[in-house]
């Protein structure tokens, strides 16, 4: 594959890079950080098994990036067939409720930029006759919850965005995978209290490679996600008013 990777300097993102250029895949990173971006490349030019490894700057929060990002990724690739998105931020409904500015942050770049930069990749993709999208939601977004109001109101809508593309664009050959990662240990949820079936980077890395290579539409991990979510879904009104999950 020749994937790119937006959001892999680190947790989850570095972790699906790492995997990709440790089997023969050419990774592409896209952040915005320069040094963080040097320092992943050359981790990963120390992994690869004949692949290549580059990156550019790409700002989630800056719309105005995502096309220069992605023609320095198809030059460096010679046409890259695959992105994975993992960059997203996350406040706690704390915060979130004390600062508007940073709801609107939120909101705007888990969602409206998010869907902006996959628009991009859509198109390109389709242009060759299609390829391979991942974009990191999160379980967060299957239920309106007390702790993740806010976060997951915004992964709602990217979930529902990803599905209809899969629906729309499948038979034209673009495969849409939606992550939805449960309590994963990253620097995102450092300092938050994990739960007992909280999982690893890696395990989500290799679940999310094999479900690419399967053109699979839809990813719990860990896969204990998967029922914990189905029981969610199904929970009455008036228990999600109760508990505090
Ligand atoms: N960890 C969990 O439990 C969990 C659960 C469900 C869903 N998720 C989702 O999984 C994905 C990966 O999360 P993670 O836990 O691996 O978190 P992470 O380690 O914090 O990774 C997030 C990535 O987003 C990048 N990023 C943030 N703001 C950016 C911006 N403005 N422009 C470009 N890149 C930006 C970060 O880059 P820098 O480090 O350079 O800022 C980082 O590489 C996210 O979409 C998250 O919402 C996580």
Same mark, same amino acid.
């Given at each position: 594959?020749?994937?790119?990777?937006?959001?892999?300097?680190?947790?989850?993102?570095?972790?699906? *890079? %790492?995997?990709?250029?440790?089997?023969? $895949?050419?990774?592409?990173?896209?952040?915005?950080?320069?040094?963080? +971006?040097? %320092?992943?490349?050359?981790?990963?030019?120390?992994?690869?098994? #004949?692949?290549?490894?580059?990156?550019?700057?790409?700002?989630?929060?800056? =719309?105005?990036?995502?096309? /220069?990002? +992605? $023609? &320095?990724?198809?030059?460096?690739? *010679?046409?890259? $067939?695959?992105?994975?998105?993992?960059?997203?931020?996350?406040?706690?409904? $704390?915060?979130?409720?004390?600062?508007?500015?940073?709801?609107?942050?939120?909101?705007?770049?888990? @969602?409206?930029?998010?869907?902006?930069?996959?628009?991009?990749?859509?198109? %390109?993709?389709?242009?060759?006759?299609?390829? %391979?999208? &991942?974009?990191?939601?999160?379980?967060?977004?299957?239920? #309106?919850?007390? /702790?993740?109001?806010? @976060? #997951?109101? *915004?992964?709602?809508? +990217?979930?529902? @965005?990803?599905?209809?593309?899969?629906?729309? @664009?499948?038979?034209?050959?673009?495969?849409?995978?939606?992550?939805?990662?449960?309590?994963?240990?990253?620097?995102?949820?450092?300092?938050?209290? /994990?739960?007992?079936?909280? #999982?690893? /980077?890696?395990?989500?890395?290799?679940?999310?490679?094999?479900?690419?290579?399967?053109?699979? =539409?839809?990813?719990?991990?860990?896969?204990?996600? &998967?029922?914990?979510?189905?029981?969610?879904?199904? +929970?009455?009104?008036?228990?999600?008013?109760?508990?505090?999950?």
């Amino acid at each position: 594959m020749k994937v790119i990777v937006f959001g892999g300097t680190s947790g989850m993102g570095r972790a699906v *890079a %790492r995997r990709m250029v440790e089997r023969g $895949d050419s990774v592409f990173l896209l952040g915005n950080v320069q040094e963080e +971006l040097e %320092r992943s490349a050359e981790d990963l030019r120390a992994r690869a098994q #004949g692949g290549s490894v580059g990156f550019a700057l790409c700002d989630l929060a800056e =719309p105005d990036t995502f096309a /220069p990002a +992605l $023609d &320095a990724a198809d030059q460096a690739l *010679a046409s890259f $067939d695959t992105v994975v998105v993992t960059a997203a931020l996350f406040a706690s409904q $704390d915060a979130l409720e004390a600062d508007i500015e940073l709801t609107r942050k939120l909101v705007t770049l888990d @969602y409206a930029n998010t869907v902006v930069f996959c628009e991009h990749v859509r198109k %390109r993709l389709l242009s060759r006759g299609g390829g %391979r999208l &991942a974009v990191f939601s999160s379980v967060a977004g299957d239920r #309106g919850r007390k /702790p993740v109001a806010i @976060y #997951g109101s *915004a992964k709602a809508g +990217l979930s529902v @965005y990803l599905e209809a593309m899969d629906h729309k @664009y499948h038979a034209a050959g673009l495969s849409v995978l939606t992550v939805k990662p449960g309590f994963v240990k990253t620097t995102m949820t450092a300092g938050l209290k /994990p739960p007992p079936f909280a #999982g690893e /980077p890696e395990q989500v890395a290799r679940d999310v490679v094999r479900a690419l290579d399967k053109r699979k =539409p839809v990813l719990y991990t860990p896969s204990m996600w &998967a029922l914990v979510m189905l029981v969610i879904r199904f +929970l009455p009104r008036f228990i999600m008013r109760k508990i505090n999950f």
